[in-house]
């Protein structure tokens, strides 16, 4: 059983950053991909970003390409969400998630295996 702990969050003037960490405990860190999601009141939740066991391979939505960069240390069994040049439409929860995947491409799914508590991420303009 994995545990993920989110922190990092919370409130920021758009054209902020903010950076994100999730530590893992309870599993073996490099056997899983790691990915971001983010849930916005009302909508549905959305993969911003994955990793892939390695860190060799990430993969990001559209709407945060450019801005956001997921990267892991997997030493520290942590993966982190630096965000960048923030938009009062990243505001929402951000969730870490873990799957057991042993791809060179991180998993571009929802239902992933394990899931951290959240983060609330608010950007005021």
């Known amino acids: 059983q994995v545990q993920l702990t989110e922190s990092g969050g919370g409130l920021v003037q758009a054209g902020g950053s903010l950076r994100l960490s999730c530590a893992a405990s309870g599993g073996v860190f490099i056997n899983y991909a790691m990915a971001w999601f983010r849930q916005a009141p009302g909508k549905e939740r959305e993969l911003v970003a994955a990793i892939s066991w390695s860190g060799g391979r990430t993969s990001y939505a559209n709407s945060v390409k450019g801005r956001f960069t997921i990267s892991r240390d997997n030493a520290k069994a942590t993966v982190y969400l630096q965000m960048n040049k923030l938009k009062p439409e990243d505001t929402a929860v951000y969730l870490c998630?873990?799957?057991?995947?042993?791809?060179?491409?991180?998993?571009?799914?929802?239902?992933?295996?394990?899931w951290g508590q959240g983060t609330q991420v608010t950007v005021y303009s």
């Open positions: 998630a873990a799957d057991m995947n042993s791809d060179p491409e991180p998993p571009l799914k929802h239902d992933y295996d394990y």
